[in-house]
């Protein structure tokens, strides 16, 4: 990592997002505690966020990708974050739910052009080898943002209200802008030219990335265990503040300690990851993210002590780790220069079609069964999958075993 941090433009990248990813978590608290507390919104209207963020995401995505391959990633980056700057500023007169939704949808549409944006753009500063410790730290950098942004946002939400996170996202954007605009990002010329941008050739580069991710096994099983992992996640995380209001009887400063303590989870895995990674498979790596996943869910429905939820919270986060840093890496490492962009924006939109359907599921299942047994029974089916899961890794490496011997 001290060698990664060494690399002038991978440092002004990560600080970037140091600052950018810290205000995206305070207008998230804002307008989670905004719903929750003072509207005293339901579960399904506090998903509704998320749900609005998400759609552009996960139907944008993939063709976006295609238009960053071509186009120059630096302006295509400063122009996402000033405008998501601007936009975020509007949450300050927003008075109703729509106005709350529609703005997070019209954020996520240039957010969906941001990030293989910002994927292409570490493959290009960054050496192959040391795409594991960039990764590392880019998760680093959202995991401790994830630690201290909702302590401090229920701080700030306490004292100055809602309207002070929003304000802070907004330069937090500005920043970024500012520090993108500096860097310098030698990237060679797509296979096909810039000037193919009949409708022909966009669907034809789209394909070619959905091809691409389909039928390489190692990430294809990276990008199901990261699908696996966020449909669960998606189904109750949104919920938290609902669980710590109704089943802990607590308020916003409670909300903000238990969430932040996935942020220290978070952190902790990363650092084991990075060496454990290095000389094992990813895929197993990811697999054992799984496992721990499934326990930390569980364990959080079936309590109802805030100490008991916290180090859940922290197992969830830990568990987390293990999943997105190898399957990012290996997306990087495996995926030629020309279709990064194709490939990333496809991950994130598998990764929010996953997402989007545990939202679209967890409002109603609260309201129906509860948020408590939600957690369980989300729990019991991640570790199902992952048992799946083991039998596939084990059943895929014997066969390989047996082609080796056959060929020998």
């Known amino acids: 990592m001290k060698e990664v ?5 991978f440092r002004r990248l990560w600080l970037a997002q140091v600052v950018s990813i810290l205000g995206d978590f305070l207008a998230l608290f804002g307008v989670i505690s905004l719903i929750t507390f003072r509207w005293h919104g339901t579960p399904l209207q506090v998903t509704n966020v998320m749900i609005a963020y998400l759609i552009p995401v996960a139907i944008i995505g993939p063709m976006a990708g295609v238009f960053v391959d071509r186009w120059n990633v630096k302006r295509t980056m400063v122009a996402s974050d000033l405008l998501r700057g601007l936009l975020i500023i509007l949450l300050v007169f927003a008075t109703r739910l729509d106005h709350i939704y529609v703005i997070f949808f019209c954020v996520s549409v ?3 052009f941001f ?15 040391g795409l594991l410790s960039a990764n590392a730290m880019m998760s680093q950098a959202f995991y401790t943002m994830r630690i201290l942004a909702p302590a401090a946002a229920g701080l700030l939400v306490y004292w100055l209200g809602e309207s002070s996170c929003f304000y802070l996202d ?4 500005f920043f970024s802008a500012a520090m993108l605009s500096t860097l310098v990002i030698l990237r060679s010329a797509p296979a096909k030219s810039v000037g193919e941008k ?3 050739s ?6 070619a990335g959905g091809r691409f991710v389909l039928t390489h096994p190692a990430i294809s099983f990276v990008m199901i265990a990261m699908m696996t992992a966020m449909f669960v996640m998606s189904c109750f995380s949104p919920l938290i503040s609902v669980y710590v209001r109704d089943a802990l009887h607590a308020g916003t400063r409670s909300f903000g300690l238990i969430s932040a303590m996935v942020g220290v989870g978070l952190i902790v895995g990363t650092q084991l990851v990075n060496a454990i990674a290095k000389n094992r498979s990813k895929r197993h790596v990811a697999l054992c993210g799984l496992f721990g996943l499934s326990l930390a869910t569980a364990v959080l429905g079936l309590f109802k002590l805030a100490f008991v939820a916290g180090l859940s919270m922290f197992g ?3 568990a987390i780790a293990f999943i997105v840093v190898p399957a990012q890496t290996l997306m990087q490492q495996e995926t030629p220069p020309d279709m990064l962009g194709r490939v990333s924006s496809s991950f994130m939109a598998l990764f929010c079609v996953s997402q989007l359907l545990g939202l679209l599921l967890s409002g109603s299942l609260a309201d129906w069964i509860g ?3 939600l957690f369980v029974w989300s729990g019991v089916a991640l570790l199902v999958i992952s048992a799946a899961g083991y039998l596939w890794v084990r059943g895929g490496e014997g066969k390989g075993q047996e082609l080796v011997a056959a060929a020998g």
């Open 198 to 200: 009949n409708v022909k």
């Open 115 to 129: 990030g293989p944006a910002q994927s292409v753009t570490l493959r290009t500063l960054v050496p192959v080898h």
């Open 110 to 112: 240039f957010s969906s």
């Open 316 to 318: 969830l986060g830990f």
């Open 202 to 207: 966009v669907l034809n580069d789209f394909t």
């Open 371 to 373: 948020v408590r047994p």
């Open 170 to 173: 907004t330069i937090s954007f």
């Open 5 to 9: 941090l060494k690399i002038n433009g």
